[in-house]
Antibody, heavy 119, light 108 residues
């Protein structure tokens, strides 16, 4: 059973870059069905898809965030990474990584990590 | 972008009652590419339904999904205490993949 775990700084200053890593355990991410996705949830609000990435390198970003987002993958470490540049308080949220099955639904989720943007 | 609107915002029901949650799309969701998730306070979303009506592995049969085109429904036939939560729909017919704003099912 695949397990996903987010890691990274919990506090980021305004205008800086938010960086998170998702480590996948229990299986190879280099499979034909594996896309890694990032979803965020501001406190008390709903879910927003940020972007998804195939282990082979193809990326898909939400147009609303595309200018600030970069995703990458390290298959040797079974990790997906997210970078969100020029953050503001509006980027404060719980960030989840998830398996984006065939770019359809998100069937496996990490526990999520709260990232706060504050000086 | 397909916008999903869920109603009602909050549903107040008692254990044992039937819950009917609606998800309406701003345009047709092709191939009924719609999923549902459950989220309890402080927890990760749990994948429930895909393809509008197929239950994910391990999901009890009191959860059922239906609908097509622009109108979809999640029904919980008899509410158990552990079912009180927020439910989200998500479309995967086209990018960007979008979620509804959620329906909270609370204990009356």
């Amino acid at each position: 059973q695949l397990q996903l775990q987010e890691s990274g700084p919990r506090l980021v200053k305004p205008s800086e870059t938010l960086s998170l890593t998702c480590t996948v355990a229990g299986g190879a991410i280099s499979s034909s069905s594996y896309y890694g996705g990032w979803i965020r949830q501001p406190p008390g609000k709903g879910l927003e898809w940020i972007g998804s990435m195939y282990y082979g390198g193809s990326t898909y970003y939400n147009p609303s965030l595309k200018s600030r987002v970069t995703m990458s993958v390290d298959t040797s470490k079974s990790q997906f990474s997210l970078k969100l540049r020029s953050v503001t308080a509006a980027d404060t949220a719980v960030y989840y990584c998830a398996r984006h099955y065939l770019l359809w639904y998100f069937d496996l989720w990490g526990r999520g990590t709260l990232v706060t943007v504050s000086s | 972008e397909i916008v999903l609107t869920q109603s009602p915002g909050t549903l107040s029901l008692s254990p044992g009652e039937r819950a009917t949650l609606s998800c309406r799309a701003s345009q047709s969701v092709s191939s009924n590419y719609l999923a549902w998730y459950q989220q309890k306070p402080g927890q990760t979303p749990r994948f429930l339904i895909y393809g509008a009506s197929s239950r994910a592995t391990g999901i009890p049969d009191r959860f059922s999904g239906s609908g097509s085109g622009t109108d979809f429904t999640l029904t919980i036939s008899r509410l158990e205490p552990e079912d009180f939560a927020v439910y989200y729909c998500q479309q995967y017919a086209s990018s960007p993949w979008t979620f509804g704003q959620g329906t909270k099912v609370e204990i009356k």
